[in-house]
Each structure stands twice: as structure tokens, then as C-alpha cells.
């Protein structure tokens, strides 16, 4: 009772299929992965790929002493 056979998770996978569809399932797949993806590649490079967002990381030293 604890565990559950292949034969539940296929009765789940049916009932998913056919509340949500194929379609959906397979553009929430895609989404996922290329999530996954992205992450992976800012955790790879240790900043962001888009000038955009570069620039709203940028740090700025408030306390720094003006040159003169």
C-alpha cells in the first residue's frame, strides 16, 4: 500500500495526458529545459548574458573619495 506499481503511475500519466493534452504538456516540456538551460549557462558564466541586465547588476561604490 505504501509503494506505488507502474500500473498507478501509468493510470496518473493517462489522466494527466487527458486533462491537460499533449500539446500543453509538450510546450511545458520545452519551457522547463530551456529554463533548465538557462540557469546552467548563468551559473557557468557568473553573470548575465543580456547587456540589459548587465547593466542593473553593475555595482556603483557609493562611498568612493572623488580623485582630485
Known amino acids: ?6 500500473w498507478h ?6 489522466i494527466v495526458v487527458m486533462v491537460f493534452g ?3 504538456l509538450k510546450n511545458v ?3 522547463l529545459g530551456s529554463a533548465v538551460k538557462g ?4 551559473m557557468k558564466d557568473g553573470t548575465p548574458s543580456d547587456p ?9 561604490d557609493v562611498d568612493a573619495k ?3
Open 39 to 42: 540557469f546552467k549557462d548563468g
Open 1 to 6: 500500500m505504501g509503494s506505488l506499481s507502474i
Open 29 to 31: 516540456g520545452a519551457d
Open 52 to 60: 540589459a541586465a548587465q547593466a542593473k547588476t553593475e555595482v556603483i
Open 9 to 14: 503511475w501509468l493510470i496518473v500519466l493517462v
Open 66 to 68: 572623488s580623485k582630485s
Open 22 to 24: 499533449t500539446k500543453k
